[in-house]
C-alpha cells in the first residue's frame, strides 16, 4: 500500500511514517504545508492520503481544501482526514461526495495503534471511517430540522453509527438489540430521509452524509 502523509508537526508526521512501514505500508512522499499537497497527491496517486486539515502557510482549512481538490481532479482518491479540528463545513463536502474512500479520526482520541492502521486499510479499500465525535457535530448541525427532525432518539443512534460505518450486527451489539430490529429502524429512516434502502454499508453512508451536507 502506499501512502502520502501531510503533518506539519515533524515528530507526528515521522511518528506516523515509522508506525506505518511497521505495517508494511509504504510513505511515498511526506509534506509539511498545503502548497505542496495537491501536486504531491496528483504525482503519487497514493492508495490513500493521510491529511491533517491545518498546515501551514494559514493553519486553516489548506490540508482538507487540498484533498477535495485531489479527488475533483481523481475521483474516488482515497482520503483520510487526521485532525484536532472538526471543519464541518470542508467534511461535508469531503464525505458527500459518494465517490467513497474517506475518513475523519480526531488525532487525540485514537486510542489504539491498530484502530489507526484498520482505519488507514479501510478508507484505502474504498470504506469509510468516522469519528463518532466528528458524527455528532455535523449531526448536531442539523438538530431539530425536519426531516432529520422527525427521527425518534433511536433512529438517531441507529444513524450516527450508520455514520461510523458500522454493520447491522455491529450496530445491534452496541444498543444490544437485535439485527432484525436494526433493520427496521435503518428502514424507517430511508423513509424519513427520502433516501432509498441499500444493503452497501459504504454507499449508505455516504447518502446519509450526503443529505447532512444538503
Known sequence: MR??????????????????????????????????????????????????VRLPPTFTDEGLQAAIAARTEVPGLP????????????????????AGGVGYLLKDRV?????????????????????????????????????????????REVLGLMAEGRSNAAIGARLFITEKAVSKHINSIFGKLGLPPSDDDNRRVLAVLAYLNG
Not at 21 to 46: C, K, Q, S, W, Y
Not at 79 to 98: G, K, P, W
Not at 137 to 145: H, P, S, T, V
Request: proline fraction near 4%; hydrophobic fraction near 50%; aromatic fraction near 2%.
Open 3 to 52: 501512502v502520502v502523509v501531510a503533518e506539519d508537526l515533524a515528530l507526528l508526521r515521522d511518528g506516523l511514517i515509522r508506525l506505518l512501514g511497521a505495517f508494511d505500508i509504504t510513505v511515498v512522499a511526506e509534506v509539511d504545508n498545503g502548497p505542496a499537497l495537491l501536486p504531491t497527491l496528483l504525482e503519487h496517486r497514493p492508495d490513500v492520503a493521510v491529511v491533517d
Open 111 to 155: 486510542s489504539h495503534v491498530s484502530q489507526f492502521v484498520d482505519a488507514v486499510r479501510r478508507v484505502a479499500g474504498g470504506g469509510t471511517v468516522m469519528d463518532p465525535e466528528v458524527v455528532a457535530q455535523l449531526l448536531a448541525r442539523r438538530d431539530g430540522e425536519q426531516p432529520l427532525g422527525a427521527l425518534t432518539a433511536r433512529e
Open 79 to 98: 482520503v483520510l482526514v487526521l485532525s484536532q479540528h472538526v471543519e464541518q463545513l470542508y467534511a461535508r463536502e469531503l464525505l458527500s461526495d459518494r
